[in-house]
């Protein structure tokens, strides 16, 4: 099935040179509609598929600044699209799922999703957190050519890593390391302090703004995620170390 794009031209919320882009996937045709006009009046442009299938090649071709997906899908649904996402991009993503589908959003959380939301859920809450997560991946979208932000640290060297915030750009033995905005976050909280156990609750401070909500087990699906994805670099990585019952530090050599 062909995807559908709606586009609009509106420019209220945030002002910006570029008007931001959000991806929606459903097979729900009644839902994408009304997320798309309630996104449209905020001044996003939308495009929205019905087909996962569809939406993985545009969202790889053509990507959007943020992705939101269904879980429940027919053919692929949203985790099987968020894996083969993730395969190739970084692509900030929220999930939207049903009370009934915890587990599918510890799984989507650990898979890297970057948020999800609980059906049924206000458009402001949507909003606000479509806001917290585009505000945090504006550095990851810049320029390679783009000038430095003065006010953010040089690049931050702790053992074997390398961290450079003014690129969202992670190195471990010299080899890059592909991290999505929370991860970066998360990651870059517990280096600036190295042997400093951080809590949840700071490295939720880090990651997500005020008006965002999360619980334990998304920081420790993120930290899950971290180390796989640096185990994939050094399969002897062991920098994350948990301190059960309090929370997490980074500590290498």
Do not use: C
Not at 50 to 67: F, H, R, V, Y
């Amino acid at each position: 099935m062909r995807s559908e794009i709606l586009r609009s031209e509106a420019s209220r919320g945030d002002t910006a040179a570029r008007p931001q882009t959000i991806a929606l996937v459903d097979d729900d045709r009644n839902i994408l509609a009304t997320l798309s006009i309630s996104l449209q009046a905020e001044g996003f442009v939308t495009r929205v598929y019905t087909d996962s299938e569809a939406a993985l090649k545009a969202l790889l071709d053509n990507p959007p600044d943020l992705a939101i997906f269904d879980i429940k899908m027919p053919r692929m649904d949203g985790l099987s699209l968020l894996q083969a996402l993730r395969a190739q991009s970084s692509l900030p993503v929220i999930f939207l799922t049903s009370k009934d589908e915890e587990p599918d959003e510890a799984l989507g959380l650990a898979m890297g999703a970057d948020d999800y939301i609980t059906k049924p859920f206000s458009q402001r809450l949507l909003v606000a957190r479509i806001r917290a997560i585009l505000r945090r991946s504006e550095l990851a979208r810049a320029p390679a050519d783009a000038a430095p932000d003065e006010s953010l640290p040089e690049t931050v060297v702790r053992g074997r890593l390398q961290l450079d915030p003014a690129r969202h750009q992670v190195s471990w033995q010299d080899r890059p390391v592909s991290l999505t905005v929370t991860e970066f976050l998360i990651l870059e909280a517990l280096a600036m302090r190295p042997g400093v156990v951080k809590s949840r609750n700071q490295l939720m401070d880090a990651a997500y703004s005020e008006d965002v909500y999360v619980d334990d087990r998304t920081i420790d699906s993120h930290i899950k995620r971290l180390r796989r994805k640096f185990r994939a670099v050094d399969p002897e990585f062991a920098a994350i170390d948990t301190l059960y019952g309090a929370g997490y530090s980074f500590t290498d050599g």
